[in-house]
């Protein structure tokens, strides 16, 4: 059986979705922040972009090489970082990853979680755990550029908004065939 892939902006609640369906399936749950954290020898995400002078190309290359280190296992829950579907090209410009997408596709039922952008504007507003994705655009307008992404790039897109995390994940369980 293939993984379940969660996707969508940070905030989003990945996080959370996935440890419930782990809990209610049984199957381990890979985030792939947590293991970038570990590969870096526990130094933060926002440390790691920071020693980088603020340069996401190293991280989004490592979670690329994550990717790959899990595409052999199945029956994984894995809990993607926001920015899973995105690279960056030559000028720092933030584009789509036919790599990483390639690899969620074909190793995973890939879901799409979303809410208002309200919500998540204000829920990761002055979180000094998630270091910035630009120096000039705000994080609302690279939501709104990767919102259609998400979408494009997955199986299913779940509305978190008026859905507890129990109806969630019974409708990821549901639709995904891992019942």
């Not at 892939?5 to 940070?10: D, K, Y």
């Not at 190793?107 to 910035?132: A, C, G």
Request: positive net charge; proline residues 4%.
């Amino acid at each position: 059986m293939k993984n379940i892939a969660l996707i969508g902006p940070r905030g989003v609640g990945k996080s959370k979705i996935s440890r419930k369906l782990s809990k209610l399936t049984g199957k381990p749950v890979i985030s792939t922040d947590m293991i970038a954290v570990y590969l870096t020898g526990g130094v933060s995400i926002p440390d790691f972009v920071k020693s980088h002078s603020g340069n996401w190309k190293p991280f989004r290359d490592l979670e690329f090489q994550i990717l790959k280190q899990v595409s052999g296992s199945k029956n994984l829950i894995l809990d993607c970082g926001g920015g899973i579907l995105f690279d960056q090209d030559d000028s720092g410009k933030e584009i789509v990853s036919e790599r990483k997408t390639k690899i969620l596709k074909e190793t995973s039922f890939v879901i799409s979680l979303s809410r208002k952008s309200e919500y998540l504007v204000e829920k990761i507003q002055n979180d000094p755990t998630r270091p910035p994705l630009s120096s000039v655009l705000s994080y609302k307008t690279i939501l709104e550029s990767r919102l259609p992404q998400y979408r494009a790039h997955s199986d299913i897109q779940i509305a978190l908004d008026d859905r507890s995390v129990e109806e969630a994940c019974e409708e990821i369980l549901r639709r995904s065939g891992w019942t």
